[in-house]
């Protein structure tokens, strides 16, 4: 079976504060991918990030950046200076290949950035 | 604009109504998805076409009725809805059937409300 766990239901921080979601996924597939998306107000889930279990190196974008440690089935991801326009819920996903392939996703963190 | 257009962005339907649900794309992918998102709740996956042809059905009940008539356009028929059915149902496509090679497209969603 496959899960995606986001502990954190709801984070509020302070504008230019850094901050971090955590993700912790479940599988027992070899390869496998994970996702990060944003989801405005507005709705739609925005893709932010897709990494294969092959490839633990970390990535920045920008402000955004991803730790993926294998050891600890972990992909965290951190925003660093936020602003206002990082609030929206943040979903984790996981699919893997060798199995039910069916894009998994966590609760979802909603993120308050305050002014 | 993500590329996946969900027509109407909201809807109020009665228990007894009979309504549907578009999604459009044209980004050229061949997978097509229908997710429900229900307050407090993980996405849900609900259908799963590929080249028109429905891959999947994760146990949605009848009352939910999805037609795929080519690649670029998904459909989800409504009738005799439950108030617990009201959700934000997303429509999502991605190149590839589930092996997470390539990321999945959202749209923006369609708010139901079922009174």
């Known amino acids: 079976a496959q899960k995606v766990t986001q502990a954190q239901t709801e984070i509020s921080v302070v504008e230019k504060e850094d901050v971090t979601l955590d993700c912790v996924y479940e599988t027992r597939d070899t390869t496998y991918y994970l996702f990060w998306y944003k989801q405005p107000p507005s709705g739609e889930l925005v893709f932010l990030i897709r990494r294969n279990s092959f490839d633990e190196q970390n990535e920045i974008s920008g402000r955004y950046s991803w730790n993926f440690q294998k050891s600890t089935s972990s992909f965290n991801f951190t925003i660093t200076a936020s602003q206002v326009v990082d609030s929206a819920v943040y979903f984790c996903a996981l699919i893997g290949v060798q199995g039910a392939q069916k894009l998994v996703f966590g609760q979802g963190t909603r993120l308050t950035i305050n002014p | ?113 079922v009174v």
Do not use: I
């Open chain 2, 1 to 113: 604009e993500t590329g996946v257009t969900q027509t109407p962005r909201h809807l109020v339907m009665g228990m007894t109504n009979k309504k549907s649900l578009k999604c459009e794309q044209h980004l050229g992918h061949n997978a097509m998805y229908w997710y429900k998102q229900s307050a407090k709740k993980p996405l849900e996956l609900m259908f799963v076409y590929n080249f028109k042809e429905q891959t999947e059905n994760n146990s949605v009940p009848s009352r939910f009725s999805p037609e795929c008539p080519n690649s670029s356009h998904l459909f989800l028929h409504l009738h005799t809805l439950q108030p617990e059915d009201s959700a934000l149902y997303l429509c999502a496509s991605s190149q590839d059937l589930g092996r997470g090679s390539t990321e999945a497209f959202f749209g923006q969603g369609t708010r139901l409300t």
